[in-house]
């Protein structure tokens, strides 16, 4: 099999959920799995991202499946273009609608010193380009070394960084440096301080997540012919979760700091979970629902994710006339204000803007409409 559809699915599962767990209808009403760990920890939520950018290795052994046969002048364009792509859509979506209101309730540019550099999607696209980089021309064991490398020396970064309290957040090194080398305001201060989850320093990890899963589909593709290579896979799953909880002793899992432990140990649920579904989709052809859900969001991914914040963002951003409320709020309230368990309308409300977005994706792919870059 040249195509497994599990790979699109998974990938499908993964937008689904971001969307998810990144619009509950009222933020101070949320499921404790619905939302990131304080700190240290792994929820539901933390398992993601990580996804995410494991779904990104796997379609990236797709699209460097002739790599041997490409010139390094056109490899490097067409990565470094699809790497400026995403860093400046994702950017472009921090500082959406590109005003704000001010105290008197008047619309202003939002200021130079408030845009914020980093983000989900620029993440990605630093991931995508330094995968790319070390898979082209390092070869797959080269990348694989590195990556491990990359795992060790972070953690080593870290420890040194401040060793009487490297893995708090005050105490994390790359704080010092974002503040020094971009300055505090550009940064993201949902901790209540400046504070980047998507900065520089603790992308080596993710890169490493990356390449991990770039290998596993490359495996799929080449040699999953039978149950023998599931096993083989599962293995490797239940391995990776074991090693990453087992360096969570030392190193804690947290996915702010994107610590080695948890790429390991998300890595191992993401290969196993990818298992699962080969076995239920390729092997025993199970369809349904559900398949049909993830597999609509399995296409314009890009798209679908940033519509996904540009829509909260414009409710969020509209005033609804003598209320205090915004449009987000005001039609979660009109919907689900009243329930007395208020963490299940919010999650409820949450799922209705999921079925939104799938409902976008569907008319999309009904019409044949890709958005690619």
């Known amino acids: 099999m040249n195509r497994f559809k599990s790979l699109d699915i998974f990938r499908g599962f993964t937008v689904a959920a971001m969307i998810l767990v990144n619009n509950p ?55 470094t273009k699809r790497f400026l792509l995403l860093f400046l859509i994702g950017f472009i979506l921090n500082i959406f609608p590109f005003v704000e209101w001010n105290s008197q309730h008047q619309l202003e540019w939002l200021p130079v010193e408030k845009h914020r550099y980093f983000g989900v999607l620029q993440r990605i696209a630093l ?18 070394m590195v990556s491990i490398l990359l795992l060790l020396l972070y953690w080593l970064f870290c ?46 990890a993710a890169i490493s997540q990356t390449i991990f899963g770039y290998i596993t589909g490359k495996y799929i593709i080449q040699k999953l012919a039978g149950k023998k290579e599931l096993i083989y896979l599962l293995v490797w799953g239940v391995a990776l979760i074991v090693a990453g909880y087992l360096w969570s002793f030392v190193f804690p899992i947290n996915k702010k700091i994107w610590t080695s432990s948890y790429c390991i140990f998300t890595t191992g649920i993401a290969l196993s979970f990818l298992t699962l579904l080969i076995y239920l989709i390729e092997f025993l052809k199970i369809k349904g629902p559900l398949y049909s859900l993830f597999d609509g969001f399995g296409k314009n991914t890009l798209f679908i994710y940033c519509l996904s914040g540009i829509i909260p963002t414009i409710c969020n951003f509209i005033l609804i006339p003598d209320t205090r409320q915004n449009l987000w709020d005001f039609t979660y309230q009109a919907a689900f204000g009243n329930w007395t368990n208020q963490a299940l309308g919010s999650a409820l409300f949450a799922l209705l803007f999921v079925f939104l977005n799938w409902l976008i994706a569907f008319l999309l792919r009904k019409n044949n409409i890709y958005v690619k870059i």
């Open 25 to 79: 209808g009222n933020y101070h009403h949320v499921y404790t799995q619905l939302e990131h760990s304080s700190w240290h920890g792994c929820t539901f939520t933390d398992l993601i991202f990580p996804f995410f950018l494991f779904a990104v290795g796997n379609s990236m052994a797709f699209s460097l499946k002739k790599i041997d046969e490409t010139p390094s002048p056109v490899f490097l364009k067409k990565v």
């Open 127 to 144: 991931c995508y380009f330094c995968s790319a980089l070390l898979i082209y021309y390092l070869r797959d064991k080269g990348a694989v």
């Open 159 to 204: 420890y040194i960084g401040n060793p009487n309290d490297p893995y708090s957040l005050e105490g994390w090194f790359g704080t010092s440096l974002d503040i020094k080398f971009f300055g505090a305001s550009h940064l993201y201060h949902g901790e209540g301080t400046a504070f980047d989850p998507e900065d520089l320093w603790s992308a080596s």
